[in-house]
């Protein structure tokens, strides 16, 4: 939610770069381990893994009223893993098929769309807009692997997409006076259904307050929180206990943004500062991060005839 207003007639374009390392751990024990299981059993073990993950949004906008805009999004995502097995106690350990559940290895791709319809209106010195669209199902999807590790097959837990289209609402207002301002924004993601391999993403929930500073005519700085809420995935109706059980994060970060001719460039730093992961302690996983860093670009081009 940039809570800019638009100019009719204009195309604004953006760039967003985010990046950040995901570590996770988790414990496996049968049946994950798959056929080996009845094969004399497998004593339970640790998934340690790291995944890092960049993504590259495009966006356009076009204005077209002062207060009404369409805008499109189509991120492209690389994620890079390595895993290592461990023991309970700390000490190495090889499963019977190391490859099963995960391997070293770099994916990429696109992720899903974005098509939305935007408005605002001024309410006395608050600019309040909303938002209300549809994710576009353009991210790969894979089948169920939980279902695959079972039967001892290879599997991919990485889902660059939902492979449905999902509703989006959100609402933004925004507040100046003189050199300052504040922002806020609560944005909601709805999957109501599955696709067709019985994957169905959780609910995605967003909200958060900024707070910006104009030091100069060209540089913005900006300091703010962020909430994020992410509802359990379903595989065939069933929440599976080693799959994504929901999770919480609230973030604080600061940034700044400097204008020149060539466009708006943004950096923009993150940390966590709580984190709650469903049925984490209970089965002895973590999922942690130590920072989301984006770069951004922003431009606005005037495309009306005879301009």
Same mark, same amino acid.
């Given at each position: ?5 638009v ?8 760039v ?14 049968c ?11 497998v004593p ?7 995944i890092?993950?960049a ?26 893993s ?15 098929d ?5 391997r070293n290895?770099?994916?990429? @791709?696109?992720?899903? %769309?974005w098509?939305? #319809?935007? !408005? $605002? *209106?001024?309410?006395?010195p =608050? ?18 692997p ?23 609402l ?9 050199a300052?301002g ?15 391999? @019985?994957?169905?993403? %959780?609910?995605?929930? #967003?909200? !958060? $307050? *900024?707070?910006?500073?104009? =030091? ?13 809420h992410?509802a359990?995935e ?10 994504n ?5 609230v ?6 943004v400097?204008e020149?001719?060539a466009?708006r460039?943004?950096?923009n ?6 984190q ?11 999922l942690?991060?130590p ?6 670009w922003?431009r ?8």
């Amino acid at each position: 939610m940039t809570g800019q207003a638009v100019q009719a007639g204009q195309l604004t374009a953006s760039v967003l770069g985010t990046a950040t390392a995901l570590h996770v751990v988790h414990v496996s024990a049968c049946p994950d381990s798959g056929p080996a299981c009845a094969a004399g059993g497998v004593p339970p073990y640790l998934h340690d893994q790291w995944i890092e993950v960049a993504e590259l949004r495009p966006v356009l906008e076009w204005g077209l009223t002062p207060n009404a805009s369409v805008e499109a999004q189509l991120p492209v995502r690389a994620v890079r893993s390595s895993i290592t097995y461990r023991q309970l106690d700390g000490t190495p350990f090889t499963p019977p098929d190391p490859t099963l559940h995960h391997r070293n290895e770099t994916l990429a @791709g696109p992720g899903d %769309g974005w098509l939305s #319809a935007r !408005g $605002a *209106l001024m309410a006395g010195p =608050v600019r309040v807009g909303g938002r209300v669209g549809t994710t576009l199902p353009f991210g790969r999807t894979e089948e169920n692997p939980f279902a695959l590790g079972e039967a001892g097959l290879q599997h991919q837990h990485v889902q660059f997409g939902t492979g449905t289209f999902n509703p989006l609402l959100g609402a933004d207002a925004t507040w100046s006076a003189g050199a300052l301002g504040v922002r806020g924004y609560g944005q909601f993601q709805w999957v109501p259904w599955a696709n067709a391999q @019985g994957y169905q993403a %959780g609910n995605r929930l #967003a909200g !958060g $307050a *900024l707070a910006e500073w104009s =030091v100069a005519p060209a540089l913005q700085l900006s300091a703010g929180a962020d909430v994020l809420h992410e509802a359990p995935e379903r595989w065939d109706g069933v929440v599976q206990q080693d799959g994504n059980l929901g999770r919480t994060d609230v973030l604080v970060g600061a940034g700044a943004v400097l204008e020149v001719d060539a466009g708006r460039f943004g950096l923009n730093a993150r940390v966590p500062v709580y984190q709650h992961y469903v049925g984490g302690e209970d089965h002895g996983g973590q999922l942690t991060y130590p920072v989301v860093v984006q770069l951004s670009w922003t431009r606005g081009f005037d495309v009306r005839a005879g301009q």
